[in-house]
């Protein structure tokens, strides 16, 4: 199967079952060529470049260190009782962002693939179709439709899936942060096509500059929604604060000390347990748990189930994204119960 020949008519949820809120199966890319990209670092200030390597010229610094924190955070979302499908990177040509998988592609509960047009040249190169041909074929992901934006890269026009796009889909909203990597136009389409309510709105970081993902500084659960409310002006903060409220989630307001150990870059994931019944895992990294003020964690504990903290020093250090930025959420569609 190739991305070109995927396609089909499109289709909706059954009216039957609710939409999910949290996946309980993600993608995940496990990388070959990690490393610093000084390409998207001209966006992205939260990379930092790598030491010189005493390994030698040849050895990417990152690549051991990345590799084994992606091992441990598999093996812990597995173990949490999350369906991981992981596909191998191809060591050339390298890639060194292609641990971070959403932002080239969303799997969607109706069949929809949307493929997404990405800024940095190096990373267009992450979109191929054995990665998509594994998620149809281990977990089983029905295409109904393709939605292809990558056009839009040769007129300059970019978004940067679920990186640039954070969902309410139980309400379809999609809230979007306005940015180099995050074209205003092209959230308005991707919200027609897919039949969400589209809330715009910036969002800087302590320079001045815009955040060069949504995610950074905001993340939607089932019952809660954190948001960096300190990066925002007072109207875009009133604005998006009460469309988040109507939905009656807990909204968590974060501060920059916080955003900046990526605890805005959280995921909640949808899990299941003999003992626990269904249950909602809040995944986050090990500096922004360390990060939390005692309140805010407290908040997020009685919005979830539990709470995983993972540690990505590595990944977070030289890639300036985190746990959100790894996963790839596959929604599959749920049967209506026949009750």
């Not at 969607?108 to 054995?130: I, K, N, S």
């Not at 899936?161 to 379809?172: A, E, K, M, P, Y």
């Amino acid at each position: 199967m190739s991305i070109e020949s995927l396609g089909g008519a499109q289709s909706r949820n059954s009216p039957e079952t609710a939409p999910q809120q949290c996946a309980s199966a993600v993608l995940m890319i496990r990388p070959a060529a990690f490393d610093y990209n000084p390409e998207t670092a001209a966006t992205n200030r939260m990379q930092q470049p790598a030491q010189a390597s005493v390994a030698g010229p040849d050895v990417l610094p990152g690549q051991p260190q990345a590799l084994s924190e992606f091992e441990q955070f598999a093996r812990a979302l597995r173990s949490e009782g999350i369906t991981v499908c992981v596909v191998d990177d191809t060591p050339l040509p390298a890639k060194p962002d292609a641990i971070f998988p959403n932002n080239w592609v969303s799997f969607h509960e109706d069949g929809t693939l949307v493929l997404y047009p990405m800024q940095a040249g190096t990373r267009r190169l992450e979109r191929r179709p054995q990665i998509i041909d594994t998620v149809v074929e281990q977990l089983g992901f029905k295409v109904s439709r393709v939605l292809d934006l990558t056009k839009n890269e040769v007129a300059g026009r970019f978004l940067e899936g679920t990186g640039s796009l954070v969902l309410d889909r139980c309400n379809r909203v999609a809230y979007a942060c306005i940015s180099p990597r995050t074209h205003p136009a092209l959230v308005e389409e991707w919200a027609r096509e897919l039949g969400y309510e589209a809330v715009l709105f910036e969002a800087f970081d302590r320079g001045g500059v815009p955040f060069y993902h949504t995610n950074v500084m905001m993340c939607i659960g089932a019952r809660m929604a954190v948001l960096g409310t300190c990066a925002m002006s007072s109207d875009d903060r009133a604005r998006v604060i009460e469309r988040l409220e109507i939905t009656g989630r807990d909204v968590i307001e974060i501060q920059y000390d916080e955003i900046e150990q990526f605890a805005g870059n959280m995921l909640e994931l949808a899990s299941w347990d003999e003992a626990l019944g269904d249950y909602r895992l809040l995944v986050m990294s090990e500096a922004a748990r360390r990060s939390l003020r005692p309140e805010i964690y407290t908040r997020l504990s009685a919005s979830t189930d539990y709470m995983l903290g993972v540690p990505v020093p590595t990944i977070e250090r030289l890639g300036g994204g985190s746990v959100r930025c790894m996963l790839a959420e596959v929604f599959l569609p749920v049967k209506a119960s026949s009750t």
